[in-house]
């Protein structure tokens, strides 16, 4: 069966023909031009405006792509002035969005500019590219089943702190962009917070001097300590170890809960299972528990 399912609106994107009105979000490449994609170049020559984060940023890479098109700052400053306008284009133009490098709006402005277009009943398509943190993903060699991306970690040690602090239960690889400044004082403070995890800084993706180095998080800290590295950088960490086994205190305390609504033999089931101890010595515990109340 064809996997390359091809709506409507993406034939006419992907001919000459003129393209409907609505706004268009189209991924850049985070460092290597070839990463753009055929369909995004084809988009953003034919759009009748782009917002753009950065003027002299976006007009390179149009340079690089012998495209002219007139361009509409939208960044942090002045996004909430401009987006009505915007929007109200958007209702009989076709728009493109892009930012910087990389997705729009991962770590990077747009959200709102998607949720006020929808609002407005504008088309939203989306060009997916480039996107440092789940090229970081593929590269860091750890688990990939779960994860889950901060972004940038606040910059002040005791809301960095607490942020860690946050997230350290959860069962997941953790993604984190950072400057090379930082990268000593923030991997210092997730080893402190994480504990001594594994993980990767993965560098200049796409770029001349790409790298993943992987080590435990106090190695990574101690290596970086002195002197971030030049360049962009996204820091992996692989999710904590098993949870610690349960306690016989506490399936006792879970079981008496349990036994409150529930008979015997499916508080024993309940507690097996959130506990991976044996049921039959659940069941047996929980008659015992039964008899003594009686
Ligand atoms: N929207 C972008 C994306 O899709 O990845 C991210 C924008 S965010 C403002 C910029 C951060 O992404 C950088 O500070 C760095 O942490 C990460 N980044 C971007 N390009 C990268 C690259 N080539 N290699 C490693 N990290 C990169």
Partial sequence: ??????????????????????????????????????????????VEAIAVEDSRVTAKLLHHLGIKRPMTP??????????????????????????????PLISDPGYKLVRDARAAGIAVTTIPGPCAAVAALTLAGLPTDRFFFLGFLPSKEK????AIEEVAAIRATLILYESGPRLGATLAALAKGLGDREAAVVREISKR?????????????????????????????GPPGPAPAATQD????????????????????EVARATGLNRRDLYARAMEMKDEEE
């Avoid at 996997?3 to 003129?18: I, L, M, N």
């Fill in 209 to 237: 001097f790409e790298e993943s180095v992987a080590a435990p998080l106090s190695v990574l800290a101690e290596r970086y300590a002195e002197s971030g590295p030049k360049g962009e950088i996204v820091i992996v960490v």
């Fill in 1 to 46: 069966m064809n996997q390359f399912v091809e709506t409507d609106a993406t034939d006419a994107q992907a001919s000459e023909a003129p393209l409907p009105p609505g706004l268009y979000i189209v991924a850049t490449p985070i460092g290597n031009l070839g990463d753009l994609s055929p369909r995004a170049a084809s988009i953003l020559s034919r």
């Fill in 74 to 103: 939208y960044h942090d400053h002045n996004a909430d002035k401009v987006r009505p306008g915007l929007v109200e284009r958007m209702a009989h133009a076709p728009v493109a969005l892009v930012s910087d490098a990389g997705t």
């Fill in 250 to 269: 506490d399936a006792e305390a879970l079981l008496r809960t349990a036994l409150q609504h529930l008979p015997a033999a499916k508080a024993a089931g």
């Fill in 159 to 162: 809301a960095r702190a607490e």
